[in-house]
Structure formats: C-alpha cells, structure tokens
C-alpha cells in the first residue's frame, strides 16, 4: 500500500481549456448586443421614411434619443437641407428602382447643430410576395475620411495656387525679359551702321549673328567714305560680352572713324585705338581684336591697303574659283601693350573677287564633324573654297545659313562683311 501525496493536476492538460472557454464566452454575445453596440450605425424605416428602429451607436453619434425618433421623426429629418434635396431627387428614386443604394455621402444633423459626415447603404427588405416592407439602412462615421479628403482638397487648391503662381512669375519673367531684350537688341544695332553705303564697282553686304538674345556682344563693323575714290572699313570683336563689352566697341568705332580722318594707313589707326585703350584701362584689361583697311579705286576694281591687330586673316575669293586668306602673321591685340605691332597685307580686288571679313565666333563654333571640336580655320577655308567665285551678297547668305546651321555651337557673337567688285563693274567718280 502506497502512501502518498497528494498530486495537483498538470497545469498543462488545463490551459487549452481555459483558452477555449475564453474564446466561447466571447461568442456569448446576445444579437440583441450586437445589434446595438455595432461600431456603425442602423437604422429601419417604413417605406415612407418614418424611422422603426435606431440603434445605439447612431443615436450617441447624433445625441438623440430613442423617444426622439422612433415613430416621430422620418430619415429625412436628420439630413441637412442639401442632404434632403439629394434624397428626394437621387437617393430615394435610386433605391426604388434598384432596391438598394450603397457608399451615399451625406450630412446628418446631431441635436447639437453640427454636421456629421457619414457613408449611407440603403437595402430595402421585401416579404415572401416580393412586396416591401421596410427600408434597412447602415450608417458609417466619415469623418475621418471626410477630413482626409478635405486635406487633399485643400493640399490640390494649395498646389494650383502654387502652380498659378509660378505661372504669373513665369509670365512676369517672360515679360521682363522680353523688355529686356529689346532693349539689348537696340543697344546692339546702335553698335552696327544702319545700312552700308552705295559704292559704284563695289557690292558691300554684312550679317550680324547674335549667339544670344540675353547677352550684349563686342562685335562690331563699318563701312564709309574717306575721299572721292576712297573708302574705309573695319571689324572687330572685343573680349568678353555685356554694357562693359558693348562700351568698348562703341568707344572703338567712334576712335577709329576719327583716325581715319586724319591718317589714310590703316595701322596708324589700330595705334591710335591702342593708345586710347590702353590709357584707359581700369581694374579689368580692356582689348579687342580689328581688322581694318582702305578701299581706293583704281581702273576696274579696288586696291586694298589692310592692318591687323590679332583678328582672323581675311579671306579673298577669286574670280577664278580660288579662295586664300590674306596673312596678317604677327599682330597683337589692340590695347593689351603700350605700343604693339601691327601687321599689314594689301591686295587687288579686280571683277569677280570679294574680300571676306570676320569675327573668331565662326572658326570657334562647336562643331562634332570637326577635329577638336571647333569649326577651323581650315574647316572655314575648305568652305570658302566650295563657294568660290562668289559676290558679297551670295558669300554673305552661304556664310548665314552656316552660322544658322550651328545651332547651339555658336557660343559667341559673329559680325561677317564682304566686299566684292561685281563682274560688271561700272568705274568713275562716286
């Protein structure tokens, strides 16, 4: 016979129990509580609106109570005026003909005044003859929901203000900058003569090619007369771009138009630009590039007397179909140095030839079919060559359409001007 101990029993063959017990007692709930404490809203109507049947939950949301509602108030009692509207004209055909309606936004009003956003479905409950009876309805709290669409409301009224406000600046950018450049463009052809004198036995044309209509550039050219069978001209290009480049061309046409009336050689007139810039020079150097010559008649064409200083050789296209440039080797920038050297060239232009002068914007376009990157001298004379022989007017139109073929290459500025005795020369005093 054993004497023992008594054995508590293993708490591990009770704990699925009593988990299981939990759980059913959970289960236990009456319909009845259910129904009432739902974490929505129900509420049954007649078939006239006069409401039946309200449970809990609605009746704390609207602050009502029972006695309030049942058989004395209808469910258009408890929308809001624009809710009533919609019901009668919307809600309440709709639900007749398809005998239910579901995710309806409207506003109750709870006894306090307020609005309360809800989503409304709507069934409606019919007897064994297909006959119905009542309207059973499922009300859900959309105030969040209500409140969250109201914040992406506003947040896409914030952003089309933000838009039409950005648009206005732009516009008001566009605008400015538009004034802008009209005035740039004014300044611009104040640098250029208006129009290229008549010359008898010698066609002139120019072109101008602005790289930017937001920037000022250096660029600058004239032709004029200096006596009864003689005639100036120039082209040049100052460093940099803006007022202050523009200032210096300015300065530059007006010393060079005064020094070729006192002196007929051409590099006395580079001197004499040098000597002013020179003498003028503030915290920033002051230089440009120029070529300039004189034209004087001689029987059927025009001697050409020329004087560089650190600007591109001319190019002279022959009658013949030649094109080579005139070397200027060894001129250095006008204003850099007290007193610099100056390289001249001269030649003959006879029928049928044509000088070209023009500014570095063109050899130094950016051009992927080049070597390096750039246009070129060579690529340049390769050109000229192509079109050779060819008058002012046709050599400045080929040079025009090249500088618009560049298109985003052009980096700078680029003056062009041509000067060419046509085959059918006329001669005597102009």
């Not at 319909?31 to 704390?60: F, M, R, W």
């Not at 959309?142 to 109201?150: L, P, T, V």
């Not at 070597?371 to 060559?385: M, T």
Request: glycine share 10%; aromatic share 6%.
């Amino acid at each position: 016979m054993m004497c023992g101990i008594e054995q508590e029993p293993e708490p591990e063959a009770d704990e699925p129990r009593s988990q299981s017990a939990r759980f059913t007692a959970l289960l236990e709930d009456s319909a009845e509580d259910l129904y009432e404490h739902a974490p929505c809203g129900y509420l049954s109507t007649l078939l006239d609106g006069q409401i039946a049947k309200v449970n809990t939950t609605l009746l704390s949301w609207l602050g009502r109570t029972r006695e309030d509602l049942v058989g004395r108030a209808r469910f258009t009692d408890l929308l809001t005026v624009g809710g009533r509207l919609y019901h009668e004209t919307h809600f309440a055909p709709l639900l007749r003909m398809q005998g239910e309606v579901s995710g309806i936004a409207l506003d109750l009003r709870t006894s306090s005044g307020d609005r309360l956003p809800v989503l409304v479905n709507s069934t409606v409950k019919t007897g064994s003859d297909g006959e119905p009876l009542l309207i059973r309805t499922t009300v859900f709290d959309a105030g969040d929901r209500r409140s969250y669409e109201q914040a992406l409301l506003d947040a896409r009224k914030e952003a089309e203000a933000a838009r039409a406000e950005a648009e206005r600046a732009r516009l008001r950018t566009e605008e400015e900058r538009g004034r802008l450049q009209r005035v740039l463009a004014t300044w611009q052809r104040s640098l250029l003569p208006p129009s290229l004198p008549a010359i008898p036995g010698l066609e002139a044309a120019a072109h101008y090619h602005t790289a930017s209509s937001d920037h000022l550039g250096g660029d600058f050219y004239d032709l004029f007369r200096l006596g009864p069978d003689s005639w100036g001209f120039f082209l040049g290009d100052v460093c940099g771009k803006g007022p202050e480049a523009a200032t210096i061309a300015s300065l530059a046409r007006h010393t060079l138009h005064a020094a070729a009336l006192h002196e007929p050689d051409p590099v006395t007139w580079l001197a004499t630009l040098n000597a002013v810039l020179h003498d003028s020079q503030a915290e920033e150097l002051r230089f440009c590039t120029v070529i300039a010559g004189t034209l004087t008649r001689t029987g059927n064409g025009f001697d050409v007397a020329l004087a560089s200083g650190g600007h591109p050789s001319a190019l002279r296209l022959g009658a013949d179909g030649s094109a080579e440039y005139l070397p200027t080797p060894g001129g250095l920038l006008v204003g850099v140095v007290d007193q610099p050297h100056f390289a001249s060239a001269a030649t003959r232009l006879t029928p049928g030839d044509t000088l070209v002068l023009y500014t570095d914007g063109l050899t130094e376009a950016r051009t992927a079919e080049e070597e390096g990157g750039r246009y070129s001298e060579e690529a340049l004379h390769a050109f000229a060559r192509s079109i050779a022989p060819a008058t002012a007017d046709e050599s400045i139109a080929a040079l025009s359409r090249l500088l618009h073929d560049f298109g985003e290459g052009l980096d700078d500025d680029t003056a062009v001007l041509a000067l060419g005795v046509p085959v059918t020369a006329p001669t005597g005093p102009a």
